[in-house]
């Protein structure tokens, strides 16, 4: 191949593009090969004639459209990203020169929520963040960016962002159910209530572990997946605990941890399961005799722990017999107060005391009740006088005794004998002589007369 291209006293350098056309009055440049100024942006070809050498200028024309150094784009950022972070760039190239060559950046193909979360920059191609990303909310982000030249040549690339999750939600706790108040016979392992956690966040920062406070006569059993029982570990008394306030502490296992806590007041049902207690063993009453009918004699008083019916006291007279006679003809009872009246006056010569039984029953179902002994101790009123057995009266008011006629002075005419149905101060006599006695003279006697 010849280095040179000879037309008529003119050479042209051997190239790819140009030859040489020569008439007889001008030396034409042709153009033989089209040119690529992407491949070669200048030429220099060496004419030789009587006079120099020819230089050509290639121009630019917009064949190529801008191509992004990577097909898909990705990134991953946290949840808890601030405002302004950093997303990536974007970077892309043009072959072309001045405005064919130079490249502007938009968003394409977008939501209009990811539009809220993300900026652009047109020239730079740098994302940064303008909005909030919550992983429970959104977890992956898809979108295109499309690259543009000055004279409208494009191409376009794929951005995907994954959210990454941070633990920042703490567990929520819910009551599903609850038997509220619970009754205090209820056997322990007794099922109170069923509680479910739920952690918005994901891996270890949603698994979570949930307590209960020790001092409590309850704990948690794990059911299905994120759901317990409460029940009860012990046996319940209302007239001791009647209340309780239970606190539920869910924990996750993220780093930092969160945790989050749920009160639950649970109250105590109450079951007739105390019977009446009377405040003292035994209870005495006096009474003075020739009482007026009706009266107040004692009070007895009963406590039952329990609650409003089962608590209620109603007091009455165990049924019995005094000296063969029905308690009721001696006593009644105030059902409500437990005052105790007598029903007839009583008499101490006949009976000194006597006792009954007082029951105290509560209103519950069934009732349950205890029993307490009342005596009655009847006190002496002096209303007897006293009588004279001996000697016996004759007659209204006279009785005679024969006296010897050798008595001496001193000598024992007669013996009175009195008794008095009182008692003891009542019932003590003294004797004195209240009339003149007269000695009658018939015979050998003397006769005394009162």
Known sequence: VADRIDREGYTLERNENFVLAVDSN?????????????????LKLLLTAVDGVIHVTVLDANDNAPVFSQAVYKASLPENSPLGTRVLTVNSTDADEGMNGEVTFEFSRMSDKTRKMFTLNHVTGEMTVIGALDYEDE?????????????????????IIEITD???????????????????????????GIINVQDRDSENNRQVRCSIQQNVPFKLVPSIKNYYSLVTTGELDR???????????????????????KSIQLSVADVNDNPPVFEEQSYSAHVTENNIPGASLCSVTARDPDWRQNGTVIYSLLPGEVNGVPVSSF?????ETGVIHAVRSFDYEQFRSFKVQVVARDNGSPPLSSNVTVRVFITDVNDNSPQILYPALEGKSFMTELVPKAAHGGSLVSKVIAVDADYGQNAWLSYHIECVIQLVYLGNLFVVQL
């Open 26 to 42: 001008t030396v034409q440049l042709v153009l033989e090969k089209e040119l690529d100024r992407e491949q070669r942006h200048d």
């Open 139 to 159: 977890s992956k982000y898809e979108m295109f960016i499309e690259g543009k030249d000055g004279y409208g040549l494009s191409s376009d690339t794929k951005v």
């Open 166 to 192: 941070v633990n920042d939600n703490a567990p929520v706790i819910y009551l599903k159910s609850l038997t509220n108040p619970i009754p205090e016979n209820a056997s322990p392992g007794s099922e109170v």
């Open 239 to 261: 007239e001791l605990v009647s209340d309780y306030n239970i606190t539920i502490t869910a924990t996750d296992e993220g780093s930092p941890p969160l945790s989050s806590s």
């Open 331 to 335: 006593l009644s009872v105030n059902g």
